[in-house]
């Protein structure tokens, strides 16, 4: 039995369902590209969505995995996290005969965009779905005649029982700026594994290392190409107040990890491209 694809709708919201030979499950909305669930073959949901969260094909949706594109968070003019993730994308491609299940979704400039980012581009998002493993790859190419930069992110919200209880390995000895530190001062991470306990919004760069997010009854890996970034974000009690998409306590059921080109913008000549992934791999 291959895998099976299946275009349907998720809170009257148009979705991909994906489902790979061995069992894995994969939900993705159109709007945004937005992988909105993700189910190994063997093990639980892996991914955070808010219960409050909203589908009304404008509002950016709280959980998963929103694109961030052509602005990661407030670093530049754009509206935080740029438009990638509150434009409709198109399904491209799809492939479901191997055993893994695959999919491409597909966005280039348009009014709104070029009314926000007067660029002509090509965004494409591909996510690759077997066993354990969730690939997700974005690539972005410049099909205008002039040079362009932007920064990005895979804002990949991990769904944890208690944030208290988790450990991230990997970022020991990594140089890192708060958000929202106006002097965007560089500190080095000198802990052995990072911990929770209280609102974390970091920029993580130089991380080329797997990271593993550890829990009491299971670990998860996180690995990257092509994203030089990681950005750490858990809002906890204060910020999410300000959230009204996220319920009261949610916080402590997510940590975002996220794959991140961030610190340096990337600049494509004409006809350019470049090229990231992010793959998270259930232990
Ligand atoms: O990635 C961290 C961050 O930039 C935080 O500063 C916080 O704003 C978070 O993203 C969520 O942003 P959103 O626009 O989805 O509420």
Not at 29 to 34: E, I, K, R
Not at 145 to 169: C, D, G, I, K, Q
């Amino acid at each position: 039995m291959g895998a099976h694809i299946e275009e349907t709708t998720f809170h009257g919201q148009p979705v991909l369902a994906l489902q790979s030979a061995d069992g894995a499950r994969a939900l993705v909305s159109l709007f945004g590209a937005q992988v909105l669930a993700w189910q190994p073959a063997r093990g639980d949901e892996a991914l955070y969505l808010s219960e409050e969260a909203l589908f009304d094909g404008r509002s950016p949706i709280r959980g998963g995995i929103p694109v961030c594109f052509p602005q990661f968070s407030d670093r530049g003019r754009l509206p935080r996290h740029g438009f990638a993730r509150t434009e409709p994308w198109a399904l491209r491609e799809t492939r479901g005969k191997e055993r893994y299940a695959m999919a491409v979704f597909g966005l280039c400039e348009n009014d709104q965009t070029l009314a926000l980012w007067p660029h002509a581009f090509e965004a494409e998002l591909t996510l690759a779905l077997e066993g354990q493993r969730l690939d997700v790859e974005f690539e972005v190419t410049n099909t205008g005649h002039a040079p362009f930069a932007f920064t990005a992110a895979l804002h990949t919200y991990l769904r944890v029982r208690e944030v208290e209880h988790v450990r991230v390995e990997g970022l020991s000895g990594l140089m890192y700026q708060e958000h929202g530190d106006r002097h965007r001062t560089t500190h080095r991470d000198g802990a052995d594994a990072l911990v929770v306990d209280g609102p974390l919004d970091r920029l993580y760069t130089g991380v080329t290392r797997p990271l593993l997010l550890q829990e009491p009854h299971r670990n998860l890996s996180i690995e990257t190409e092509g994203f030089p970034d990681a950005a750490i974000w858990n809002p906890w009690e204060e910020s999410s107040a300000a959230l009204p998409d996220l319920p009261a306590g949610g916080f402590r059921r997510f940590l975002c990890i996220e794959a991140a080109a961030a610190r340096q913008r990337i600049e494509l000549e004409a006809g350019q491209s470049w090229w990231g992934r992010q793959t998270l791999i259930a232990l």
